[in-house]
């Protein structure tokens, strides 16, 4: 049951601080008190919304345990950041403090023997369209965490070794498509028990980039160290889930 809790407030924590979350209330976050009370606020709303399907008194009183402490983490972020540049390890940290929560929280539940199921009604619709709805959930959640969490991750832990002057839009946007079409590919074929295909995939990308590559040993460890993190991410999260 551990498992159970977890994921679904792993999913809820994705939604909330990420997909509901733009670059610009990030910045913003960062400078005034007033949009951390505006996101943590979104936070708790998104929270909300999805845990319906699973809906129990147990998990409304933990989001809101997970909401506040989700406020006081960016609160300490926010005096962090006037008084220091913010950096990679800065945003590792806030995760894992984030993840902790709710593993704590997820913990606590098992132990005191909360029960976690899906509401009857679309626990039937789920199983008569796809015919099993717990692995309905699992799907969703890992694709939603192979994608923005994961660009978003991959580019704070190699922005440090990126190439000075490689800083065309076009390459990262077009980079940051690769990476997410990869990790699918990768996640589909560990899902069929393909894992020596995945070697394909990394050789279309190395061939697309060979130049580069050649020319920048600079370019070659940050294009290495990017798909490695980037593969790495995929299975992780796999079996994470599965």
Known sequence: MFRSFFL????????????????KLTEKKQKSYRFV????????VVLCICIIPFWA????????????AHLITDSCKLTWYKRHEHNYITYFVDQVI???????????????????S????????????????EKFFLWVGLILLILKPAN?????????FKPNGDTENSTENAGALIGLL????????ISIGQYAAIALVLTAKSVARYNKISES??????????????????VLAYFLFF
């Open 37 to 44: 009370l505006v996101h943590s606020l979104i936070y708790f």
């Open 8 to 23: 679904v407030l792993i999913i809820a924590h994705v939604f909330g601080d990420f997909y509901f979350q733009s670059n």
């Open 217 to 234: 040993k600079q370019f070659a460890e940050y294009y290495l160290l990017g798909t490695l993190a980037s593969l790495l991410y995929a």
């Open 98 to 116: 984030h993840v902790g929560c709710i593993a704590a929280v997820s913990a606590y539940l098992t132990y005191n023997d909360y029960m976690l």
């Open 152 to 160: 978003v991750t991959i580019k704070q832990l190699t922005e440090r």
């Open 182 to 189: 990869e990790r699918l590919i990768a996640i589909l074929l």
């Open 118 to 133: 899906i509401l009857p009604v679309l626990d039937d619709l789920l199983t008569k369209v796809i015919g099993e709805s």
């Open 57 to 68: 008194k147990s998990l409304f009183i933990t989001i809101l345990v997970l909401a506040a």
